[in-house]
């Protein structure tokens, strides 16, 4: 399960994401369902980030979807099953995924952006974005083609912060309020 929490206007764009794994083996895959060790996964950081991973183990599979569960609701405010509801206040929000471009890595865009005022003594023009900083965008263009709602995003690049409009498909620096277009 992916979450975020996104406020551009504070320059916030956070993601938190949740896991429910069993560590039985396959042989023993009948008891699965009630006994066997399941392990709730964590990772949290700043959208861009690898971000921080936490474990907890369970022995047995109630007790982990509970966690799950209680876990999901204290994130979100929702519980499991009203999972597509508006952001609550400063709650995360549950991200709908396209698992097709996750596959592939989210290589199929190239994202550039314009250059018109000699930033770094570069000529006007597009220039391509790193192949890093390109991934991350096309995911997100893709997590706001799943999640109309989520049209702004906050993204850091190396010592640069940016408001993403993917709407407008404008980027604009957060420190220097410059904007250009991307494509």
Do not use: C
């Not at 993601?15 to 392990?39: D, K, V």
């Not at 400063?90 to 698992?99: G, M, S």
């Amino acid at each position: 399960v992916m979450l975020a929490l996104v406020d551009p206007a504070k320059n916030l764009d956070e993601f938190f994401t949740i896991q429910l794994l069993s560590q039985t083996p396959p042989q023993l895959a009948s008891n699965a369902q009630q006994s066997g060790t399941f392990i709730l996964a964590t990772r949290a950081g700043t959208t861009g980030s690898a971000g921080k991973p936490a474990e907890e183990v369970f022995d047995d599979l109630d007790g982990a979807i509970q966690a799950f569960r209680d876990l999901f609701f204290d994130k979100t405010g929702y519980p499991w099953e009203e999972r597509g509801g508006p952001t609550k206040g400063t709650k995360y929000r549950f991200i709908n995924q396209d698992f097709i471009q996750k596959q592939l890595g989210y290589a199929g865009g190239k994202w550039q952006y314009w250059v018109d005022d000699n930033v770094d003594g570069k000529p006007d023009g597009w220039y391509d974005y790193d192949s890093g900083a390109s991934k991350l965008v096309e995911r997100l263009y893709h997590e706001h083609l799943q999640n109309d709602d989520i049209a702004a995003r906050a993204v850091t690049s190396g010592e640069y912060a940016y408001d993403v409009d993917y709407l407008q498909m404008v980027q604009t620096n957060v420190k220097h309020k410059n904007r250009t277009q991307r494509r």
